[in-house]
């Protein structure tokens, strides 16, 4: 892994992944989105609250109710900035209401919901970007490691078949040395023998027995 590592290739992959990586990027857009979705959670809340409370002045629904009262208490903040823009329309003698205040009110929650949920999905899609981006230059580095990796161990492997070729060469060229240096030493010999001179006719001595006489 140290050798791949000193391949540039793979130190400046490695660089950028490690830099995407410890980006705090990521972080900070997941924080946002957290932050961001709470909000948007509060805010639609909101807007339900207001016009369930729009609906239930519309049908004249009993004020001394516990839930209703708990509607109207919850969004009595909310209402504070829209409240007295119309007037409200009693509907004949009954305690029905047609507050349009209340209801404009719900569609400006509404309105900032929609656009608050327009920026959760900007930053979701940023956050998956970003992690896309990391996991692919993460990939990319890997993928240039796993490469550098591979030419050495080729590199090697082609060392030890050149190696090995070498070595079969200077055994074979040993070998057909021996063999050359055998049939030299066994010409040498044959000639040697070719050249001795043959052995003279041998003198008769004085324990040979005589010739026979002549008739």
Do not use: C
Not at 24 to 41: N, S
Not at 48 to 65: K, P, V, Y
Not at 140 to 148: E, G, V, Y
Request: no cysteine; glycine share 4%; proline share 6%.
């Amino acid at each position: 892994m140290s050798d791949a590592l000193g391949d540039p290739l793979v130190r400046e992959y490695e660089r950028r992944a490690e830099e995407a990586e410890a980006s705090p990027v990521p972080v900070f857009l997941k924080i946002a989105r957290v932050i961001v979705w709470i909000v948007y959670a509060i805010v639609l809340a909101t807007a339900i609250l207001l016009t369930l409370n729009f609906l239930l002045r519309l049908f004249g629904a009993n004020s001394d109710n516990a839930f209703v009262v708990w509607v109207y208490r919850s969004t009595d903040r909310a209402m504070q900035p829209f409240r007295g823009i119309f007037p409200t329309h009693q509907l004949d003698d009954s305690s029905a209401a047609l507050d349009f205040s209340v209801l404009f009110a719900a569609l400006v929650y509404f309105i900032i919901a929609l656009l608050i949920d327009v920026g959760l999905r900007w930053l979701t899609n940023r956050l998956r970007r970003q992690q896309h981006q990391t996991a692919a230059l993460r990939q990319q580095a890997d993928a240039a490691t796993h490469d550098a990796l591979a030419r050495e161990q080729a590199a090697a492997h082609a060392a030890r078949e050149a190696a090995a070729r070498e070595y079969a060469a200077r055994q074979a060229a040993a070998d057909q040395y021996a063999i050359a240096r055998a049939a030299a030493d066994e010409a040498v010999s044959r000639q040697a023998a070719r050249d001795q001179p043959p052995a003279g006719p041998t003198q008769p001595g004085a324990n040979d027995p005589l010739p026979p006489p002549a008739g």
